[in-house]
Structures are given as structure tokens and as C-alpha cells.
């Protein structure tokens, strides 16, 4: 699975141009976006929250210990990012040698910033302690700064003057606030950790009770997709993440596609009708189809994830039509943002004509429905061999999704022909599943 | 017998050269309470499973309610609830949310849902992640999502594991209250003061095979061991 993205997210790469936009404030904004969003995830790893290592407050070891675990899986998240980056830059001939270092640093100086902004917030929101909140903040500036100007040297294809001054600087920084936070893990640790447990692990519940979720699914059904639901927005997987984060490449990679006019011309444009074969919209139907098959490649890890509770299933007199429906609504709704944003992407490159913009719509709404039906009917397939599925699912799905994307007639005719077919396929695999998957 | 809940007739299942259910027949009936006692591996979790139609039998017949379950209707399993003895439950969803799963599958009334949680002292925690529970609030939950549909046939694989001494007096409350209500149970449990206390009849199992079936007072007539703790009547059939 890692071989398989790390595999697509180089290939990808190569057709990839690092875009002439305003590098440093991209740098500042993803930077925030960081510390921000990894609040929660960094404030579980410090306490230890719904993790084995929670024991360890029981045991005769020293308080930094937990600390010192907790950075260390911050800077193993923090380098995983990082590495994603390294590796584009490999890959388009970019000067890698030379970041090697500032990289590091961008990791130490996030990683840190990222546990002391969480200590600090868990604290500020338990004691009302803001001269202590006022306080890091003022360590935490300096940081984003430096971070930020780092990062932008990760994002640049030329090195800067100001590089080695930054990354010593960097370091010199994290080393402080690592004291810092040190520090105040010592003071608070054992006054908060009760509080931040109660705060992270309250208020779970997700609300997909939406009737227009479950349309014209019963009770059975609708309850399996909820729960599919839960499980994908929790990240039941690194999966989900993986696809998520491949789905962008391809929907970005569209359009730097559009923009650089590498896409080539596959037909010759004569008439309206043509406009079909335009790049611009070739290469919104293909981001369209790839983005669609990333989306859904998470179905066959969800029911990977799922089979060791299907117990659940067999005893409760679940039918094979009932869970099959609640995986193939699963799969078009998880996929269900790919053909509106590639058609967004498509349109403001403004290479499409306005005349063309709503067939162009239909045509993504078409390989959406084709892509997501053929992969959710394919869902009880070799459900226990999650990779071979994965790998047989998104053929196919690229398979039906890239001839339509042709010739799109071609697609209405496959589901009309093939589509119920295909479907009532899906219903006995799952009803074979069922009552065969026990013993 | 119209009352008759469930009838196995001549169970049996294979693992490889191991028989782990040897031709096992029983009969249980509204408002009764049938106990499976034996020792770990005498096949009282495979006949279990096949009482539940999560396993098939290899031959021999499972009728719940006169409807034979190999059909697999999913009529003929409205009628049960189960719980099993290793509760593999989706930690990434709260207990509400497993409760709601249960309710949607079963398609029970999800008003029971709050009952359930309230009963078995769940409510505090309903809306933490399962993954986040200790063991005991596991099992409850675990009874918990039995208990939702109000099935006909109850079914608890080892219930007490896992539970304080409370609790385990409000499920023999519970049990005893739905015996009352004319519900039916299939319990298998290793605590042998609870067997007797709770069960109508009970079922030794030794090898796969039932070797003495009776109500507890039948069974120590048998043994002639009026006065001993229960387990001694165990260990007179077992050994």
C-alpha cells in the first residue's frame, strides 16, 4: 500500500511544476495551518490519550519521558510531510542535498512549536492562565517566522543567502522552546492531564443524520452507511488520508496541466460537439476519473477494516442487498466532491468555453456515477484480500472511467447495458459473503 | 411443542480431524433459561455460533421458531440477540453510535437506545469512543446491543466476563425479569453459582458432546451432591 502511493505521488510528481505563486506567504499560511490543526493530535500525543503509553504515568519513570516520546512522534508526522516534499523535489531535478539540513530543522522547529502550542491551549482552557498563554505566544512568533522562511526555502528552486542564518536560527529557536515546553510540561502535566482527557475524548459524535444521506435506503442500510461514514471522517486508516492527499495531487496536477498546455490535443475540434476533446476538457474528465478512483480505492480498505466485526451482520439477519447498497451509496458519496471540483478547476483556467461549461458538468457528473457504481459493485469481490481488490477495483474504475471520458455516449451505453448486471453481481457477491464468510 | 424457541437436532461441526460439536440435540422454550457449562474447548462457543447461524453446521439442523436457520431469512434472526465471548467492536465509534448500528441492522425501535445505555449504566460515557473503554463497559455494552430489538432468544456467550459484582446482579435481575416476559436464553458461563441461580435447565458439555442435561436440583440428585458448591456437580460429569 505505502509502495503503491509513494509510487503514485512520484509518478505524479513528474508531470508537476513548482507554480510561480508568492512562495512565503503559501509558507506562513501552511505553516498556521499546521500549528492549528495538529492542536488535538499533538495535546493526545503529550497526554497520552486512548494510547498503551498512558500506563507510563504509573510507572517509576521520569516526567520528561512522556515529553520525550511525544516530540518524538510529532517529528516522525512532521517528517513524513516533509519527506513527501523532498521527494517532488528529487523528482523534478530540484537541488535536494541542500535542504537536507533546513529540513531537518523545519521539522525539529514545527514538531516543538506544535507540542507547546497544544500544552498551552489545553492549559489556557483548563486554568484561564493567560499571562501563560501571552507568553507563549510570544515564543511561538519567532518560531512561525523562522519556520515559515524556512519552508519557503523548502518551496523555492533556487537557494536563498539568508538559508544557513535561517536553519541556525531555527535550531537555536527550537532549543528554546523545547526548554520552554519542558518546562511547562513539568509545571501542568499533573493538573491538566485529567482535564485534556475529559476534553478529547468528549464530544465524538459525528451527526450524518441527514435523511438525504440514507434516500431510499432502509433502516439496515442506512445505519451500515452512517457507520461507514463515522468510521472515514474518524480515519479509520492512514488510508483515507493517503487518498485524500492523492485525490489533490491529481485534481492539482489537472490544473497545472490546463495551465502549462502540455495536455495534448486528441481529436481535432470542427464543431461545438467537439469541445468534448477540448484539452482543457479532456483533462478535467481525466482529473475527474483519477480523482474519483483515489476517492473510492478507500472502500475495499473499509471493508478490509470491517470483516472482523461482521459478526454483527450474520447475527442480525442482514441481507446481502442491504449491505451491498450501503457500500456502493458509500462509494458515490465519498466520491462525490471529485467531479465538481475538477469541473471548478477546469473552469477558472477559463480554457473551456462557457457554451461547453454545462455539458462539461454532465460529462464529470456521468464518469462519476460510472467510476463510483463500477467500484462500490465491485465491493464484495475478494473482500479479504484487500490489496488485490484495491488493485482490481481502481482498473476497472480507470478502465470504464478513461473510455468515457473519449466518448461519452460509450459510458451511457455501458450503464445502461452492463450497469444492472454489474449491480445484481455486486448483490450475490454480498449475499455469498454473508453466508459463506464465517467458518 | 408451539412454545418451543429453539430445536437443534444432531449438531455437528468439523474443524479439520477435531469435532468440536458432536451431535449435539437441545430443545428451548419460551420463558426458560438453558446454560452451556464446560470446560474452554468443549464446544459450547461453536454451538453457539451455529445456534446464532454464524456458523454452519456440517450436519444436523438449527430451527428458531420452526424456521429452519441454514434459510437464513433474516426474519428467523430478528428473533435473536447475541452476544459473543471475544466482542470485537468498531473502536473508532462511540457507544450511542454502536448502539444506533445495532438498532439500524436489527431495525428495533431506536427509543431503546437511551433505555439500553441508562440500564447498564452506559450513559456517561455514550458519547466517548469505544476504543476508550475499559473492559467491563465493553461487555456492558456488549449486553447492551443484545438486549436492543427485543428478540425472542437471547444468546450470551460468557455475559459476565469482565463485569463488577452489581452489575452482575442487575443482569441476573434482567434476565430473570425477560424470563418473566416470556424471552428465552441460551447462556454459557464459566461462574457455576450464577448457572444455578439464573438457569431453568443446564447443559454439560465435555468433547463436543452434552453428557448431562437437567434442571440444577435434577442434576444434583444425579450426583448426589445436595449440599456442595455447583462447580463439584460440574466436575462429577466432567470428569
Not at chain 2, 460515557?125 to 446491543?145: D, F, I
Request: proline fraction near 4%; glycine fraction near 8%.
Amino acid at each position: 500500500m505505502t509502495y503503491l502511493i509513494s509510487t503514485r505521488i512520484i509518478e505524479n510528481a513528474r508531470e508537476w511544476e513548482f507554480p510561480s505563486i508568492p512562495a512565503a506567504p503559501v509558507a506562513f499560511g501552511a505553516v498556521v495551518l499546521l500549528l492549528s490543526a495538529s492542536l488535538s493530535r499533538a495535546a493526545s500525543e503529550i497526554f497520552a490519550i486512548g494510547h498503551p503509553r498512558a500506563h507510563f504515568d504509573a510507572l517509576p519513570l521520569s516526567i520528561d519521558a512522556q515529553l520525550r516520546a511525544a516530540v518524538l512522534i510529532r517529528i516522525a508526522r512532521s517528517l513524513i510531510v516533509t519527506a513527501v516534499l523532498l521527494l517532488i523535489r528529487w523528482r523534478l531535478g530540484v537541488e535536494v542535498a541542500g535542504v537536507l539540513i533546513p529540513t531537518l530543522c523545519f521539522v525539529a522547529l514545527i514538531s516543538i512549536s506544535e507540542l507547546l502550542a497544544a500544552i498551552n491551549w489545553i492549559h489556557l482552557k483548563h486554568k484561564r492562565d493567560g499571562l501563560a498563554a501571552l507568553s507563549t505566544l510570544a515564543a511561538l512568533i519567532p518560531a512561525i517566522a523562522v519556520s515559515s522562511s524556512i519552508f519557503t526555502e523548502l518551496l523555492s528552486t533556487s537557494a536563498g543567502r539568508w538559508r544557513p542564518a535561517l536553519t541556525a536560527a531555527g535550531f537555536i529557536w527550537a532549543l528554546l522552546i523545547y526548554a520552554v515546553l519542558k518546562s511547562c510540561n513539568r509545571r501542568w502535566r499533573a493538573g491538566d492531564i485529567d482535564y485534556a482527557r475529559r476534553l478529547l475524548t468528549s464530544r465524538r459524535r459525528a451527526s450524518l443524520s441527514s435523511p438525504l444521506l440514507r434516500w431510499r435506503l432502509n433502516a439496515s442500510a442506512g445505519a451500515q452507511l452512517t457507520r461507514d461514514l463515522r468510521l472515514t471522517l474518524r480515519g479509520f486508516s492512514s488510508a483515507v488520508y493517503a487518498a485524500l492527499g492523492i485525490a489533490f495531487l491529481l485534481l492539482a496536477s489537472e490544473f497545472l496541466l490546463i495551465n502549462s498546455g502540455r495536455f495534448p490535443l486528441f481529436f481535432k475540434i470542427e464543431g461545438w460537439l467537439d469541445l468534448a476533446w477540448l484539452p482543457a476538457s479532456m483533462a478535467a474528465k481525466f482529473g475527474c476519473v483519477t480523482a474519483c478512483v483515489s476517492l473510492t480505492s478507500i472502500l475495499p480498505i473499509l471493508v478490509g477494516h470491517e470483516l472482523p466485526h461482521m459478526w454483527l451482520e450474520r447475527a442480525a439477519g442482514t441481507t446481502g442487498l442491504d449491505i451491498f447498497q450501503a457500500k456502493l451509496r458509500y462509494a458515490r458519496l465519498i466520491a462525490i466532491p471529485a467531479p465538481f471540483i475538477a469541473w471548478i478547476v477546469a473552469i477558472i483556467t477559463g480554457q473551456v468555453p462557457s457554451s461547453y461549461a454545462a455539458p462539461l458538468l454532465g460529462e464529470c457528473l456521468l464518469l462519476w456515477l460510472l467510476v463510483s457504481s463500477f467500484i462500490g459493485a465491485m465491493s464484495f469481490e475478494i473482500p479479504e484480500r484487500t490489496g488485490l481488490a484495491l488493485l482490481m477495483m481502481s482498473l476497472t474504475g480507470l478502465a470504464v472511467g478513461f473510455l468515457t471520458a473519449f466518448m461519452w455516449p460509450i459510458g451511457l451505453v455501458v450503464l445502461g447495458m452492463a450497469g444492472h448486471t454489474f449491480t445484481e453481481r455486486g448483490r450475490m457477491r454480498a449475499r455469498y459473503f454473508l453466508l459463506k464468510g464465517a467458518d | 411443542m408451539t412454545d418451543t424457541l429453539l430445536r437443534v437436532e444432531g449438531v455437528i461441526k468439523r474443524f479439520g480431524p477435531l469435532t468440536a460439536v458432536d451431535n449435539v440435540s437441545l430443545a428451548v422454550s419460551a420463558g426458560e433459561v438453558f446454560s452451556l457449562a464446560g470446560a474452554n474447548g468443549a464446544g459450547k462457543s461453536t454451538l453457539i455460533r451455529m445456534i446464532t447461524g454464524i456458523s454452519e453446521p456440517d450436519s444436523g439442523s438449527v430451527f428458531i421458531k420452526d424456521e429452519d436457520l441454514t434459510h437464513r431469512l433474516p426474519s428467523t434472526k430478528r428473533h435473536l440477540g447475541y452476544l459473543p465471548e471475544e466482542l470485537v467492536l468498531y473502536e473508532r465509534l462511540t457507544g450511542r453510535e454502536y448502539l444506533e448500528l445495532v438498532a439500524g441492522l436489527k431495525e428495533a425501535d431506536p427509543t431503546e437506545i437511551s433505555n439500553e445505555l441508562a440500564y447498564f449504566e452506559l450513559a456517561v460515557v455514550q458519547n466517548k469512543l469505544v476504543g476508550e473503554y475499559s473492559l467491563g463497559m465493553r461487555k456492558k455494552l456488549g449486553l447492551a446491543a443484545a438486549m436492543i430489538g427485543r428478540a425472542e432468544l437471547l444468546v450470551l456467550d460468557e455475559p459476565l466476563n469482565g463485569l463488577d459484582v452489581e452489575m452482575m446482579r442487575r443482569l441476573r435481575e434482567r434476565i430473570e425479569s425477560e424470563r418473566s416476559a416470556g424471552r428465552a436464553f441460551v447462556i454459557s458461563s464459566h461462574v457455576m453459582s450464577f448457572v444455578e441461580r439464573v438457569s431453568d435447565r443446564v447443559g454439560i458439555m465435555r468433547s463436543g458432546k452434552i453428557v448431562a442435561e437437567g434442571a440444577p436440583a435434577d442434576l444434583r440428585t444425579l450426583s448426589k451432591l445436595s449440599t456442595a458448591p455447583f462447580e463439584d456437580v460440574f466436575f462429577y460429569f466432567v470428569k
